[in-house]
């Protein structure tokens, strides 16, 4: 029963974000109508997922090796090499650069091993295993 009250409390905010710029492409007297149906939508994609990876904790590897990988690594590193391009600088021997750079190769690095690894175990719930053989006494 909780699944269900929860999953409209975590539906809530993304949604409305991502309404926030559908909506304009629709009447302003048609806005609820259209809002329902998006919602509706998203929740079958949601419950069609759902259906397709019953073991959730695959998904949630793939989903987290991509996240912390970008979140983490990639992206922070990327603004502040924009962000000190030019005042403080790259420093003596260019070291902000090379940090910047070691660090989203650490990324680019996690984002490929755990895709790798969770794409794998995803595709191993869909490929049937063989029995493993018994031994005989």
């Not at 695959?58 to 030019?86: D, H, R, T």
């Not at 690894?117 to 018994?134: D, H, R, T």
Request: with cysteine.
């Amino acid at each position: 029963m909780m699944i269900y009250v929860t999953h409209a409390l975590n539906f809530w905010v993304p949604f409305n974000l991502v309404f926030f710029y559908i909506k304009s492409r629709h009447k302003k007297e048609d806005e609820l109508k259209w809002e329902l149906i998006y919602r509706a939508i998203i929740v079958a994609i949601i419950g069609v997922v759902a259906i397709v990876f019953p073991n959730i904790n695959a998904l949630m590897g793939f989903l987290g090796a991509f996240c912390l990988s970008n979140m983490a690594f990639i992206w922070p590193n990327m603004i502040y090499i924009m962000v000190v391009w030019q005042r403080p600088g790259l420093g003596k021997y260019r070291w902000r650069l090379w940090k910047g750079i070691a660090l989203i190769s650490i990324g680019i690095f996690i984002f490929i091993c755990g895709s790798v690894v969770s794409i794998n175990e995803l595709a191993s719930m869909f490929v049937p295993q063989k029995p493993k053989p018994q031994p005989t006494p």
